[in-house]
C-alpha cells in the first residue's frame, strides 16, 4: 500500500502472526478470486455462497436423512449457536418426517466459568443450549435422537471429551467456523502451543482461556445481545482438540457470522489467513487444507477488504493550504 510519507511497523507482539509482509499480501486478497481445490488436499475446496445458512442447513438434512434411511450410526461435531440454521434443520424434518435417531452430536466447543466449571446447557450462558432449544426442542418428539446421544461438556471430564468421541468412532463431520483471533472455536494459539503441526494434531480437548479477541468477537453475536458487551462474555472454555477435527472423516467450515450478529470483519481477515496463510500451528484454521472438506464463504465476508489510498496530490494541496493561510 503506497501511502505518502511510508509509516512501517511490526504487528502487536501478542499476535500469532507476525509476518507483516504476509498479513498485507493476504488482506488484499478478494476470496472470489481464489476458489476451488488449490490447497494441500487436492479434496479441499473453498467457495463463495449466497447464503451460507442454506449451505449449512442442507449439509445437515442431508446427512441426517442419508443415516435414517440407510439405518446408519452418524457422528457429528456442531458449532453452536447456528439458531437459524438449527430452527430451517428442524422443520425439514418435522416436514419430511426424518428421523434423527441415528445421530449423535458433540459441540465444538462450551463456556466454562473462572473456576473451570462448565456452564450447563439449561444455562442461558450456555453454547450448546441454544441447539438443545432452538433444534432438539422443536424436532418432533418421535423424530428426536435419544438424548444420551447428545454429548454435554462436563465440568472435570472436559479432557475426556476427545476419548469419548473416539468411543464413538469419530466424527463422521465436524463443522466448524473460525473466530477473529484464526482459531477455530476455542482452538487458538495460546491454547494450543506446539512446535509443529504434527504435534499440534495430536492434541485433544481441554479446558482453555481465549484470546481476548474472541471473547470480543463473541460479545457481538446475538446470544449477548450484538452489544459488545465484554464482560459478559465467560472468560474460559471446554473445546474439542485438533485431533478431533482432523480424525473427521469430513470438514465442513461456515463463514457467514454477519446473519448471526457481528460484522464481516470479525471473520474476513480469519478465513484469508486459515486459507493463504502459513500452514502453522500459529495460524490453527490452516489446518483445514490438509484434510478433505469445504469451507463456505459468505459473500460479505469474501467481499475483497477496501484500504483508503491517500490523494496523490495531497503534499502539494497541504502547501497551497498554508500558502494562503498565511502559514508558510
Not at 207 to 222: C, F, K, N, Q, T
Not at 246 to 275: I, M, N, S, W
Request: some cysteine; overall charge negative.
Amino acid at each position: 500500500m503506497a501511502f505518502i510519507n511510508e509509516f512501517t511497523f511490526a504487528p502487536g507482539e501478542w499476535l500469532p502472526l507476525q509476518d507483516q509482509e504476509m498479513l498485507d499480501r493476504i488482506a488484499l486478497l478478494n476470496l472470489t478470486e481464489h476458489q476451488g481445490k488449490h490447497f494441500e488436499n487436492p479434496e479441499f475446496e473453498a467457495r463463495v455462497v449466497y447464503d451460507v445458512h442454506t449451505y449449512f442447513a442442507m449439509d445437515l438434512f442431508w446427512r441426517i436423512r442419508k443415516s435414517d434411511m440407510e439405518n446408519q450410526k452418524l457422528v457429528m461435531i456442531l458449532p453452536s449457536p447456528e439458531n437459524a440454521v438449527f430452527i430451517s434443520l428442524a422443520e425439514g424434518l418435522n416436514r419430511f418426517s426424518v428421523s434423527a435417531r441415528n445421530v449423535h452430536v458433540f459441540f465444538l466447543y462450551e463456556y466454562a466459568n473462572e473456576k473451570g466449571e462448565v456452564a450447563p446447557w439449561q444455562s442461558p450462558y450456555s453454547r450448546s443450549g441454544h441447539f438443545m432449544r432452538y433444534f432438539y426442542q422443536r424436532l418432533n418428539p418421535e423424530l428426536r435422537m435419544p438424548l444420551e446421544q447428545i454429548h454435554f461438556f462436563a465440568t472435570g471430564q472436559v479432557e475426556a471429551y476427545s476419548d469419548l468421541l473416539a468411543a464413538e468412532g469419530g466424527a463422521d463431520v465436524a463443522y466448524t467456523a473460525l473466530s477473529w483471533s484464526g482459531g477455530i472455536g476455542a482452538i487458538d494459539p495460546e491454547s494450543y502451543p506446539a512446535a509443529t503441526m504434527e504435534e499440534f494434531l495430536q492434541m485433544g480437548s481441554r479446558l482453555v482461556i481465549p484470546m481476548p479477541e474472541m471473547l470480543a468477537h463473541d460479545s457481538m453475536r446475538g446470544m449477548f445481545g450484538c452489544s459488545g458487551d465484554i464482560g459478559n462474555v465467560p472468560p474460559r472454555a471446554a473445546t474439542v482438540g485438533p485431533k478431533d477435527l482432523a480424525a473427521a472423516r469430513e470438514r465442513v467450515d461456515v463463514e457467514y457470522l454477519t446473519a448471526c450478529g457481528g460484522t464481516p470483519a470479525l471473520q474476513k481477515f480469519a478465513v484469508k489467513a486459515a486459507l493463504f496463510g502459513p500452514l502453522a500451528p500459529e495460524n490453527p484454521g490452516s489446518m483445514l487444507r490438509l484434510f478433505p472438506g469445504i469451507c463456505y464463504i459468505g459473500e460479505d465476508v469474501a467481499k475483497k477488504a477496501v484500504y483508503t489510498q491517500d490523494d496523490p496530490d495531497l503534499i502539494e494541496t497541504l502547501k497551497k493550504i498554508q500558502q494562503e493561510e498565511g502559514c508558510a
